[in-house]
């Protein structure tokens, strides 16, 4: 994979008792008064955005990206705790008050969209540009909330008390990341596998993310909840989408688009959902132009 500049990394201790870690490209540029902070999606992580900045993105801004808690190399929430969404929330305005330069803007991809957009309508004033990719949140979810903590509990108790799972190779973790994504490069699914994985003892490899993500929150997802955030956003706001997505058909997608002001809309070609590494640079460039 072509690297142009490698990123710093670090962690960032938050007021909560965590530490997310942090890549960050530009940092000793203090001529960079914009700082672009990307927001990974679920069980992804910073690296994920490594072909991305790539392209361009680190040479005009401060670029910073963060594994979001539970994710990469970040704290996870250890044991008695849970990831309840706002949790993430909280942990970009961290990111935002500690690294933010005169100018901030957000670019988030699907759940880190949502985090970002969250932000962003809580504190328009922050917000200097802000990037959805595919970040308009999941479909409207009609489980009745009693089914959805029954659900919960019971995953958070079979995660508690199992292994989480292991691959008995990086290869065979390069697979698993092929496996649920088509579009993939063989060199993209080997990187992205070394970086997301840790090497046990035995010469096999487990993923870095904490596996209680893997359980169904006890909260349903809320479209009106979101719409109330949403319509407070006063940036202008670029929402991208990849032409190969199934997101392209999400259930009142209009609906949602109408809660910004004159959104920009972009569609990548030859990209599905993971349009940062299916077409990092058609991304990169619609980003450049959007971020000015």
């Known amino acids: 994979m072509r690297t142009v500049t490698s990123p710093?990394?670090?962690?960032?201790?938050?007021?909560?008792g965590l530490a997310l870690s942090l890549l960050e490209w530009g940092a000793d540029d203090a001529a960079r008064d914009h700082t672009v902070i990307l927001v990974h999606g679920f069980l992804d992580l910073a690296w994920g955005f490594a072909p991305l900045v790539d392209h361009g993105l680190s040479k005009r801004h401060h670029v910073v990206a963060p594994d979001m808690r539970g994710h990469g190399d970040s704290d996870r929430v250890g044991a008695g705790g849970y990831y309840h969404f706002m949790d993430y929330v909280a942990d970009?305005?961290?990111?935002?008050?500690?690294?933010?330069?005169?100018?901030?803007?957000l670019v988030?991809?699907?759940?880190?969209?949502?985090?970002?957009a969250y932000f962003a309508g809580a504190f328009p004033e922050r917000v200097h540009r802000l990037a959805l990719l595919e970040?308009?949140?999941?479909?409207?979810?009609?489980?009745?909330?009693p089914v959805l903590v029954q659900g919960w509990l019971r995953a958070w108790k079979r995660v508690r008390?199992?292994?989480?799972?292991?691959?008995?190779?990086?290869?065979?973790?390069?697979e698993r990341l092929r496996g649920g994504d088509p579009l993939l490069s063989d060199e993209l699914a080997r990187f992205f596998a070394e970086r997301g994985t840790v090497a046990l003892p035995d010469g096999s490899r487990r993923f870095k993310h904490d596996p209680l993500h893997l359980t169904r929150g006890p909260y349903p997802f809320r479209?009106?909840?979101?719409?109330?955030?949403?319509?407070?956003?006063?940036?202008?706001?670029?929402?991208?989408?990849?032409?190969?997505?199934?997101?392209?058909?999400?259930?009142?997608?209009?609906?949602?688009?109408?809660?910004?002001?004159?959104?920009?809309?972009?569609?990548?070609?030859?990209?599905?959902?993971?349009?940062?590494?299916?077409?990092?640079?058609?991304?990169?460039?619609?980003?450049l132009q959007f971020l000015g």
Request: glycine share 6%; charged share 20%; proline share 8%.
């Open 8 to 16: 710093s990394q670090r962690r960032l201790p938050l007021s909560t």
């Open 92 to 105: 970009l305005a961290s990111v935002v008050e500690h690294v933010g330069r005169a100018r901030v803007s």
């Open 135 to 145: 970040g308009l949140g999941p479909p409207q979810d009609d489980t009745p909330p």
């Open 161 to 174: 008390e199992s292994d989480a799972r292991t691959y008995p190779s990086l290869e065979a973790a390069a």
């Open 223 to 287: 479209l009106d909840v979101a719409e109330s955030f949403w319509r407070k956003i006063s940036c202008p706001v670029l929402l991208v989408e990849g032409a190969e997505s199934p997101f392209r058909h999400l259930e009142n997608l209009e609906r949602r688009v109408a809660c910004f002001a004159s959104p920009e809309r972009v569609v990548i070609d030859g990209a599905a959902h993971m349009i940062q590494r299916h077409q990092p640079a058609a991304l990169a460039n619609a980003l």
């Open 108 to 116: 988030g991809h699907s759940m880190g969209g949502s985090v970002a």
